[in-house]
């Protein structure tokens, strides 16, 4: 699983609702004391937006936790991947407020802790296929916290310093 290897190596803790509640209030932290115009900026032509970057973490994390909901339902269909820049220009991130934006995340994360925290042990550890690598639950819930951690990072080094 090279690609999501290194949002793996992200995660913060081997517990699944430690990893996911440091990486939620991480983000937070950061996010909060922007403005929405500061929301709106990028660092360089080409790039998403802090709003759009939001939107992409918001995207992401329900996508992985469909993929684990099919995987630990034991359901073996191999899932496709998808365009996230696609998803990207289609979202309306732009129209949205920080405010908004800051809901969703947390709504969606919220019900992502809630999802693995209900799932029985044996779930855990089963697997399916997705953007044509294998993985397991619990590593899906570790792709999405480094994810999360990996774009932090990103704001922290390449927006925050410009704002």
Do not use: C
Request: charge should be negative; charged fraction near 25%; proline fraction near 3%.
């Amino acid at each position: 699983m090279p690609y999501f290897d290194r949002y793996i190596a992200l995660s913060t803790s081997q517990d699944i609702e430690t990893t996911l509640v440091e990486s939620h209030n991480h983000l937070i932290q950061v996010i909060q004391p922007l403005t929405d115009v500061q929301m709106d900026f990028a660092y360089e032509e080409g790039k998403w937006s802090i709003k759009e970057l939001m939107q992409h973490l918001i995207d992401t994390e329900r996508i992985f936790v469909y993929r684990a909901l099919r995987f630990a339902r034991n359901d073996k269909t191999e899932l496709p991947g998808y365009d996230h820049e696609t998803y990207n220009s289609e979202s309306n991130a732009k129209q949205k407020s920080k405010d908004q934006l800051l809901k969703e995340f947390v709504a969606v994360h919220r019900a992502t802790i809630m999802f693995f925290n209900q799932l029985p042990s044996e779930a855990i550890d089963r697997n399916g296929i997705a953007s044509g690598e294998k993985m397991t639950v619990n590593q899906i819930a570790h792709i999405i916290a480094g994810h999360t951690q990996h774009h932090l990072s990103i704001i922290e080094e390449r927006y925050l310093p410009k704002l």
